[in-house]
């Protein structure tokens, strides 16, 4: 999370508009990367799961994937986004440092 802010400073040139900015941009798209990567892993998890379950029982077993993944995909935006906000707060500032 502090490679966030080392990054933000390296862009925005000393300016504490900017640096704010960019550490909000960072965290969201990288946040935003990590959800969809997670969630077509698992995504891909489920229907492999899924065939396995079907071949051994075939019966109508495929009316609860849709539930797990819609639970799996919630938690995983829960978690996304308490990243990101902490994120954001750890790497924010308020007034310039003069150092």
């Given at each position: ?14 300016s ?38 079907h071949f ?6 495929h009316?609860?994937?849709a ?8 938690i ?6 308490l ?12 007034t310039k440092?003069?150092?």
């Amino acid at each position: 999370m502090r490679r966030i802010g080392i990054a933000a400073s390296k862009m925005s040139k000393g300016s504490l508009w900017n640096y704010n900015l960019c550490v909000i941009l960072i965290a969201t798209f990288f946040s935003i990367l990590v959800f969809l990567i997670c969630g077509f892993s698992i995504l891909l998890i489920i229907f492999l799961v899924s065939l396995i379950f079907h071949f051994l029982k075939p019966a109508d077993f495929h009316a609860g994937w849709a539930h797990i993944f819609k639970v799996c995909m919630i938690i995983l935006a829960l978690v996304m986004g308490l990243f990101n906000v902490i994120a954001i707060l750890i790497n924010t500032k308020f007034t310039k440092n003069k150092i």
